[in-house]
């Protein structure tokens, strides 16, 4: 069975106008490579959007970017049910839960300091997430999870969920009809 998601993709002109060129690209991680050559994301290595939220993808890249051209990519994706891993499923959760003890994640943080990249990351769900691929070696192309991201300068007033992201793993799942969308700067 097909699964069809409308996803947002928060970027800047140049990169925009890059992908709709050239496709876009996704890195696969690696346990195998000496050194590694980027951090995961809080849900693996992957291109990252928001299902069916604009909003969210504009006011990520503001965020946590900078930017002073921001676009929004939609992008329409169809994914394989088997080839779909939802973290919002008990017993997906429960094979994360399981992976997710004090050792383990000592052995991946000292890994993960010896990586290039950004280690200012305090959460390694993305490093247990591609453990958890690697060592029960599934061929996943699209992850989700409901997640709680903190947009605005202002303290966090919940812990509740604001969007699912979605890390898409393989490009094949994005079909060829994505659009760039000009921000609107209206304030939420």
Same mark, same amino acid.
């Given at each position: 069975?097909?699964? +069809?998601?409308?996803? !947002?993709?928060?970027?800047?002109?140049?990169?925009?106008?890059?992908?709709? &060129?050239?496709?876009?690209?996704? $890195?696969?991680?690696?346990?195998?490579? =000496?050194?590694?050559? *980027?951090?995961?994301?809080?849900?693996?290595?992957?291109? !990252?959007? !928001?299902? @069916?939220?604009? +909003?969210?993808?504009?006011?990520?890249?503001?965020?946590?970017?900078?930017?002073? #051209?921001?676009?929004? %990519?939609?992008?329409?994706?169809?994914?394989?049910? #088997?080839?779909? %891993? #939802?973290? @919002?499923?008990?017993?997906?959760?429960?094979?994360? $839960? +399981?992976?997710?003890?004090?050792?383990?994640? +000592?052995?991946?943080? &000292?890994?993960?300091?010896? =990586?290039?990249?950004?280690?200012?990351?305090?959460?390694?769900?993305?490093?247990?997430?591609? !453990?958890?691929?690697?060592?029960? &070696?599934?061929?996943?192309?699209?992850?989700?999870?409901?997640?709680?991201?903190?947009?605005?300068?202002?303290?966090?007033? *919940?812990?509740?969920?604001?969007?699912?992201?979605?890390?898409?793993?393989?490009? $094949?799942?994005?079909?060829?009809?994505?659009?760039?969308?000009?921000?609107?700067? $209206?304030?939420?």
């Amino acid at each position: 069975m097909i699964k +069809q998601f409308q996803a !947002y993709h928060g970027t800047n002109t140049g990169s925009a106008e890059n992908i709709m &060129r050239e496709g876009v690209k996704i $890195k696969k991680y690696s346990f195998i490579s =000496a050194e590694l050559e *980027s951090v995961p994301g809080d849900l693996g290595m992957g291109f !990252y959007a !928001y299902d @069916d939220s604009y +909003q969210n993808a504009l006011d990520f890249i503001t965020k946590f970017h900078n930017i002073d #051209d921001p676009k929004v %990519l939609k992008l329409n994706l169809e994914v394989d049910e #088997d080839k779909y %891993l #939802d973290f @919002d499923d008990p017993d997906n959760e429960e094979i994360f $839960k +399981q992976h997710f003890n004090v050792k383990q994640i +000592q052995n991946l943080s &000292r890994r993960y300091k010896s =990586a290039k990249g950004d280690k200012s990351r305090q959460c390694l769900d993305g490093l247990i997430i591609e !453990y958890i691929l690697f060592k029960t &070696r599934l061929d996943v192309d699209l992850i989700s999870k409901k997640t709680y991201t903190h947009f605005k300068g202002l303290p966090q007033l *919940s812990h509740f969920t604001n969007g699912t992201e979605l890390c898409i793993k393989n490009n $094949k799942i994005i079909n060829n009809d994505i659009e760039v969308i000009e921000p609107c700067t $209206k304030e939420r």
